[in-house]
């Protein structure tokens, strides 16, 4: 099957901790992104990558790190520095094309919460 | 510039009945146009998208989307809801040429009552 796996399903963080966010896709897809949810707000970007060994911030960055070494992988590592890390977070994976009208495929999620 | 806005939190109908989910939209140049849903602790589905043409688009599981420039707005449309369309939908816009990544609305529930 091809698709977006994300794991672990649900994440519990002491204060102070880092944790890393795996996903994973194999539709050889070149982009991909990291959005966190929270209720009534929609999805935010933290982060996305259109390429290997490269990648932007998004609108809140801020508190996370990325890294793609390999085009079918893009952790997401939630550290000490974000204040309200609590939040469902989704990755997602897309065609990356100069017209940039390629929908996102989503992975189901990872549930994190601070303790 | 580019955003969304979704101004329904709630949206409630009886089965078998129409529904309509809105949207309206900002950008500066031309749009494109995505709705997803998500079902409960899940990710978002592609339902359909909105391009360039034809203004009326079909997309996933019997729902359209009519896109209004002059109104700016592009909501998502079912002739009869099914309890199974109970979900969170979100509606998405990216400006066509602008560097900018894909904006999300804050969704909108929508419960179809049997």
């Known amino acids: 099957d091809g698709g977006i796996t994300q794991s672990p399903k649900y994440l519990f963080r002491k204060e102070g901790q880092n944790v890393t966010l795996s996903c994973e896709q194999n539709l050889n897809h070149d982009a991909m992104y990291w959005y966190r949810q929270d209720p009534g707000q929609g999805l935010r970007l933290i982060y996305y990558?259109?390429?290997?060994?490269?990648?932007q911030k998004g609108d809140i960055a801020e508190g996370y790190s990325v890294s793609r070494e390999k085009k079918e992988s893009f952790p997401l590592t939630v550290t000490s520095a974000q204040k309200n890390p609590t939040a469902f977070y989704l990755c997602?994976?897309?065609?990356?094309?100069?017209?940039?009208?390629?929908?996102?495929?989503f992975g189901p999620g990872t549930r994190l919460t601070v303790l | 510039a580019q955003s969304v806005a979704q101004p329904e939190d709630q949206v409630n109908v009886a089965e078998g009945n129409p529904l309509t989910v809105k949207c309206t939209y900002s950008?500066?140049?031309?749009?494109?146009l995505f709705w997803y849903v998500q079902y409960p602790n899940r990710g978002l589905q592609f339902l359909l998208k909105?391009?360039?043409?034809?203004?009326l688009v079909k997309g996933s599981y019997g729902f359209e989307a009519e896109f209004n420039k002059s109104q700016t707005s592009f909501h998502l449309k079912k002739p009869s809801a099914l309890v199974s369309d109970s979900a969170l939908y979100f509606c998405?816009?990216?400006?066509?040429?602008?560097?900018?990544?894909?904006?999300f609305g804050s969704g909108t529930q929508l419960t179809v009552l049997p």
């Open positions: 998405a816009v990216r400006e066509s040429g602008s560097a900018r990544q894909l904006t």
């Open positions: 950008v500066s140049g031309n749009p494109y």
């Open positions: 909105y391009i360039t043409g034809d203004n």
């Open positions: 997602a994976s897309s065609i990356s094309s100069p017209g940039a009208y390629n929908e996102q495929f």
């Open positions: 990558s259109q390429i290997v060994n490269d990648f």
